[in-house]
């Protein structure tokens, strides 16, 4: 079982420490870009085990937090990119309500950038004088995304992106890979943890490798929708820029080591001259991506692809 509390160590000895005695706010907000979420499911893990060592990751609760069904864990996400007042309203009537399983409730909002001034408005007396039995802990990038006054209430907690050799440690304990394997990997996930996900997501994987055949069998149909054009255009961008550095020998600079098989069968089809045409004219698509016609776009994937080979 994978602990992401070994990627944010000082943070986690803060959290637990500050927890064990009773002097930890129990409105926290989680500021940056990545383990956040992980963090506090975590420390909701922390809070509800019972073992000794805590989390054990093997007992009801902290099972039950893995599979987020914990009936005093309760996960806030924005409907539509919006955080709801009758959301709120559910929210405030939980947070008073008794504790099932556990001492405590712990309510995680994902998306706090999304609340709109009625809803924070509504959540503001809570945030402020929150139930002794709940810890309410909100997830954004930024400060700048949320109400002063939603900030203000909060206990801020900044989460730098891990640390290099604790991520290496991380990726040899949870992948099952040898040091130099893991260097190599963490290097190529700039050391960031959601590309290191999306290195090692297999669905992800089988994705790009669909996105590949299609473009390269000059099989593209029309885009389903704008958000797919982006995606896979995204997906072919970095693969021609890969396979750049692949015919300059610069493999240490790939990016898509799954990807390494059709860099090996399509190198020989293209010339770099030919691959920054074809790179030139993807970015002019993506720039146009909001008013393109779905359909040209889908064609001119295909002719783009066709005249440079």
């Known amino acids: 079982m994978q602990c992401f509390y070994e990627l944010q160590p000082l943070i986690w000895k803060f959290l637990t420490l500050r927890f064990s005695h009773k002097n930890l706010s129990h409105s926290l907000l989680f500021l940056g870009r990545e383990t956040q979420f992980e963090i506090a499911l975590d420390f909701a893990k922390f809070v509800f085990c019972n073992s000794e060592n805590k989390p054990c990751n093997t007992c009801q609760d902290c099972l039950k937090v893995n599979a987020k069904t914990h009936p005093d864990l309760f996960i806030l996400e924005s409907d539509n990119k919006t955080i709801k007042i009758e959301m709120i309203r559910d929210l405030i009537k939980k947070a008073h309500s008794t504790p099932?399983?556990?001492?405590?409730?712990?309510?995680?909002?994902?998306?706090?950038?999304?609340?709109?001034?009625?809803?924070?408005?509504?959540?503001?007396?809570?945030?402020?004088?929150?139930?002794?039995?709940?810890?309410?802990?909100?997830?954004?990038?930024?400060?700048?995304?949320?109400?002063?006054?939603?900030?203000?209430?909060?206990?801020?907690?900044?989460?730098?992106?891990?640390?290099?050799?604790?991520?290496?440690?991380?990726?040899?304990?949870?992948?099952?890979?040898?040091?130099?394997?893991?260097?190599?990997?963490?290097?190529?996930?700039?050391?960031?943890?959601?590309?290191?996900?999306?290195?090692?997501?297999?669905?992800?994987?089988?994705?790009?490798?669909?996105?590949?055949?299609?473009?390269?069998?000059?099989?593209?149909?029309?885009?389903?929708?704008?958000?797919?054009?982006?995606?896979?255009?995204?997906?072919?961008?970095?693969?021609?820029?890969?396979?750049?550095?692949?015919?300059?020998?610069?493999?240490?600079?790939?990016?898509?080591?799954?990807?390494?098989?059709?860099?090996?069968?399509?190198?020989?089809?293209?010339?770099?001259?030919?691959?920054?045409k074809i790179l030139e004219t993807f970015f002019k698509i993506k720039e146009a991506q909001n008013n393109i016609n779905l359909r040209l776009a889908s064609l001119l994937v295909n002719e783009v692809l066709r005249w440079q080979s």
């Open 100 to 276: 099932v399983r556990a001492e405590y409730k712990i309510f995680i909002i994902k998306d706090a950038k999304d609340f709109n001034l009625e809803s924070a408005n509504a959540f503001l007396k809570t945030l402020e004088e929150p139930p002794l039995d709940c810890f309410f802990i909100l997830i954004t990038e930024s400060k700048e995304n949320l109400l002063p006054t939603i900030v203000s209430r909060c206990f801020r907690i900044y989460f730098p992106y891990p640390d290099k050799l604790q991520l290496i440690k991380f990726i040899i304990k949870n992948y099952n890979l040898s040091e130099e394997e893991a260097k190599v990997l963490a290097k190529k996930s700039g050391y960031s943890l959601n590309k290191l996900r999306e290195l090692k997501d297999k669905n992800l994987i089988t994705q790009k490798k669909d996105v590949l055949k299609r473009a390269f069998s000059h099989q593209y149909k029309e885009f389903a929708d704008r958000e797919k054009l982006k995606k896979d255009l995204d997906v072919l961008i970095s693969f021609l820029r890969d396979l750049i550095f692949y015919k300059l020998d610069l493999k240490e600079e790939i990016f898509n080591i799954d990807l390494n098989e059709y860099l090996q069968k399509i190198s020989f089809s293209f010339k770099i001259e030919n691959i920054l």
